[in-house]
């Protein structure tokens, strides 16, 4: 069963900044549209930001300017980059991507989360 796999979390200081990433976790034929959500506590799991296959990106109003999405289509892979991290920021951040495993059509697959915190 594939899955999608996230790393790069973890506590930095406000203003610092990480870089997530998110692959399968076995091989597929191709991925779709990837996306990055979040999830802060007590709060409903946000979209930050989407890339198409071509490159397309879009943001969230609150992290533009200070994340960049990217992806590597060779190896299925998309990245987040965050600079300039604030408080609010703090979140468990899941990754969301379509992928098709045999070329027969696309599914939704998320990643099981990677915690991100900052420290005030």
């Known amino acids: 069963q594939v899955q999608l796999v996230e790393s790069g979390g973890g506590l930095v200081q406000a203003g610092g900044s990480l870089t997530l990433s998110c692959a399968p976790s076995?091989?597929?034929?191709?991925?779709?549209?990837m996306r990055w959500y979040r999830q802060a506590p007590g709060k409903q799991r946000e979209l930050v930001a989407s890339?198409?296959?071509?490159?397309?990106?879009n943001y969230a109003d609150y992290v533009k300017g200070r994340f960049r999405i990217s992806r590597d289509n060779v190896k299925n892979t998309v990245y987040l980059q965050m600079n300039s991290l604030k408080f609010e920021d703090t979140a468990v951040y899941f990754c969301?991507?379509?992928?098709?495993?045999?070329?027969?059509?696309?599914?939704?697959?998320w990643g099981q989360g990677t915690q991100v915190t900052v420290s005030s």
């Open positions: 969301n991507a379509d992928l098709s495993l045999r070329g027969l059509g696309y599914d939704a697959y």
């Open positions: 890339i198409t296959r071509g490159g397309s990106t």
């Open positions: 076995g091989s597929i034929f191709r991925a779709n549209s």
